[in-house]
């Protein structure tokens, strides 16, 4: 399985950005799908996640209200809508497919067995 994010980039405070994940190797529609971050000097932190169908969505408190999670299983995609952003979204974002699919365990890192190589989002204030 091949996961590559793209459309990070350097962006103004208060601005959007929309983050895309391509998946190929798997069926895109038999996982949940997270979105991580790794902010500088920091441990990687739960983004957002979507069911396999994209029904459900569970999001950070800290990107609640700005970051939208929303996927296209017949295109094998996975974005990210970030609006207003903030300084403090600086990171290294991931996408990964979390296998087994297990939505109670959506936030746990440890439970995506797919990952993507990151793109990064700067925010200047």
């Known amino acids: 399985a091949q996961l590559v994010e793209s459309g990070g980039g350097l962006v103004q405070a208060g601005g959007s950005l929309r983050l895309s994940c391509s998946v190929s190797?798997?069926?895109?529609?038999?996982?949940?799908m997270g979105w991580f971050r790794q902010p500088p000097g920091k441990e990687r932190e739960f983004v957002a996640a979507?069911?396999?169908?994209?029904?459900?969505?569970d999001y950070a408190d800290s990107v609640k209200g700005r970051f939208t999670i929303s996927r296209d299983n017949a295109r094998n995609t996975v974005s990210l809508q970030m609006h207003s952003v903030k300084p403090e979204d600086t990171s290294l974002y991931y996408c990964a497919a979390q296998r087994p699919s297990k939505w109670s365990t959506r936030r746990w890192d440890e439970m995506y067995a797919y990952w993507g190589q990151g793109t990064q989002v700067t925010v200047s204030s």
């Open positions: 190797g798997l069926t895109l529609g038999d996982f949940t």
């Open positions: 979507t069911t396999r169908s994209g029904e459900y969505t």
